[in-house]
């Protein structure tokens, strides 16, 4: 038993390595979150001010600073590369599928249903998927994780090991209140409470809960009175802009009906989402057991509360899927071990059937209608991935009982190799860095820098490591920044551009990063001087303009 639980952790280490870490420097980074995460954590590793975030030279208070701490962190020990940009969401996701494994020994002490818990979270392709993308989501995931492992933790323990959980809890509160902000004191509460009060330990909770609110405040609050010293306006925009607005504002972003999150967390869970429906209906007929009971509270209540909110985001759902993990493990073991196979079959077969399906549809676009125009190697490893995807899944169909964990290899392909398996122009219009990177030295050597995309322009920035990027006739998300005093002049109206162009040539080369795809981006490209060495990449073009007589 001890060697298979050593083969199983051995495996799950392996599997990290090669598809969570080893694809993380193959591809550019994607807009729009990737190269602003990138930048912001770049500025704040030069410029030496950690405290209030800003975006290529401008105030950008839409998140705390402790995310972009850990992703400057990764850049100052592995480079300002793409590992280095990205390493915080791996490790953090990582760490995540170690709390599944630990928490799973703790509540079933059952080494299949330890290891089924971490595979089956590791592989779920949202899961796996934002691993490798450089943003605050796996983080937060991370430190919402923490917390309710810590909670368990502190209901199951006693003496110290149950006032060093509730310190736990404290420092996860505080590091993920850093990180997004008041959710991750509201999420342990409306999780915490219902089910004390089912456990009836509510004063057990009274007694213990402020020393985890002294400890996350301990935490946080060193970062709190330094950027509200440095940036006093930064709390009411947070506050208003970033939490009231966005839960209940008739404008908020990203807003969407309520059942946004009910198909997504269907999606999230592939290639296992034909197990939800046994899974749930098993949770449910023995919800009586306190561990049940918990994952379902911290299953449902956040999937509630997130869903009466206006602005939703697919991420968002992310510390819902830890729970849905072991819920998933504890029924697929127990069906194993009685011989149900029913779910699994129907599983493997669909996925199978899906992948084939997508199979046969890019065999017949690429043969009428091609997809890759001479791109061998992008459409061999979509076959690989497609291929791998249907032979995975197959063999679940065929042998659930020895290949019940074969769909995470088919999981791990699609989200290791499917970036490079995308089309050329696909990858290259999402992931301008590269093709920044590829006139790197020319775009360096230029006195001012223009672009009237900020996807783009924050691309632009990381790869030169400059923040005086002005933006002809885009700004969007940064009107906030552009406000302030300091801030004039970055912004090129339609009207303004021959004057600054005239301005800017008469100081230096000046270039150019443009995306040409819709009308009023061609309009914008018209209204630039002709006489610039021109480079072009699907819909981006790189400008450089020489230096003009005074």
């Known amino acids: 038993m001890i060697k298979a639980e050593q083969r199983n952790i051995a495996l799950l280490v392996l599997a990290f390595a090669a598809f969570y870490l080893l694809p993380l420097g193959f591809h550019g980074l994607w807009i729009p979150d990737e190269t602003r995460y990138a930048q912001i954590s770049q500025e704040m590793l030069h410029s030496g001010h950690w405290a209030a975030p800003h975006f290529m030279g401008l105030r950008y208070f839409e998140k705390p600073a402790a995310g972009y701490w850990l992703i400057a962190v990764g850049q100052a020990i592995f480079g300002e590369n793409l590992f280095g940009v990205r390493i915080a ?39 796996a998927g934002q691993a490798g993308y450089a943003n605050l989501d796996p983080q937060f995931t991370l430190w919402a994780n923490l917390t309710l492992v810590g909670f368990w933790c502190a209901v199951h323990s006693s003496g110290r090991a149950r006032l060093g959980a509730w310190a736990l809890i404290g420092l ?69 802009h970033e939490h009231v607005r966005r839960f209940a504002g008739a404008d908020a972003q990203h807003a969407e009906p309520w059942w946004f999150y009910l198909p997504l967390l269907v999606v999230s869970c592939l290639p296992w989402a034909v197990l939800l429906p046994v899974t749930f209906r098993q949770a449910w007929q023995h919800r009586r057991r306190p561990e049940i009971a918990f994952l379902l509270l911290w299953l449902l ?69 091609p997809l890759y125009d001479h791109e061998p190697l992008h459409l061999l490893l979509a076959l690989v991935v497609l291929t791998g995807w249907c032979a995975s899944n197959a063999l679940q169909g065929l042998r659930p009982m020895k290949y019940w964990a074969a769909p ?32 790197q030295a020319q775009l360096a050597a230029s006195t001012h820098l223009l672009s009237n995309d900020l996807g783009a322009a924050s691309a632009l920035a990381w790869r030169l490591n400059r923040t005086d990027v002005s933006f002809f006739n885009t700004w969007n998300e940064l009107e906030y920044g552009l406000g302030y005093p300091d801030a004039q002049g970055r912004e090129v109206t339609l009207k303004r551009i021959n004057t600054w162009m005239t301005k800017a040539r008469s100081e230096g080369q000046v270039g150019v990063v443009m995306r040409g795809r819709s009308d009023e981006e061609l309009r914008e490209l018209e209204l630039l001087p002709k006489d610039a060495e021109r480079f072009d990449e699907g819909n981006l073009i790189i400008l450089i303009y020489p230096k003009t007589a005074p």
């Not at 630990?102 to 002490?109: G, I, K, P, Q, V």
């Not at 599983?347 to 009428?368: I, M, P, R, T």
């Not at 989200?415 to 398996?421: E, G, N």
Request: hydrophobic letters at 60%; proline letters at 6%; glycine letters at 6%.
């Open 408 to 439: 995470a290899l088919g999981g791990w392909l699609l989200v290791a190799l499917l970036p490079a398996a995308l089309p050329y122009d696909v990858v290259h219009n999402k992931t301008p860095d590269q093709f920044v990177l590829a006139h």
């Open 172 to 240: 996860a509160c505080g590091m993920g209140f850093m990180t997004k902000g008041f959710l991750a004191w509201a999420l342990p509460v409306m999780i915490a409470l219902p089910y004390m009060l089912w456990q009836r330990r509510v004063g057990e909770l009274l007694r213990y809960g402020p020393l985890a609110v002294l400890i996350a405040i301990v935490v946080s609050l060193p970062w709190v009175l330094t950027v509200h010293a440095q940036e006093p306006d930064f709390w009411r925009f947070f506050f208003w």
């Open 301 to 369: 209540v956040p999937l509630a509360f997130l869903s009466i909110s206006n602005g939703k985001l697919p991420t968002y759902l992310l510390p819902c899927l830890l729970p849905v993990a072991l819920l998933m493990a504890d029924g697929l073991i127990e069906r194993l071990r009685q011989r149900q196979l029913t779910a699994l079959r129907v599983n493997g077969w669909l996925n199978a059937a899906a992948g084939l399906l997508g199979l046969l549809a890019l065999v017949y676009l690429q043969l009428k209608q």
């Open 89 to 127: 969401s791996a490790l953090s996701s990582g760490l995540s599928v170690v709390l599944a494994y630990w928490l799973a020994t703790r509540m079933w002490n059952d080494p299949r249903k330890s290891f089924a818990s971490a595979l089956l979270f590791m592989s779920f392709v949202f899961i």
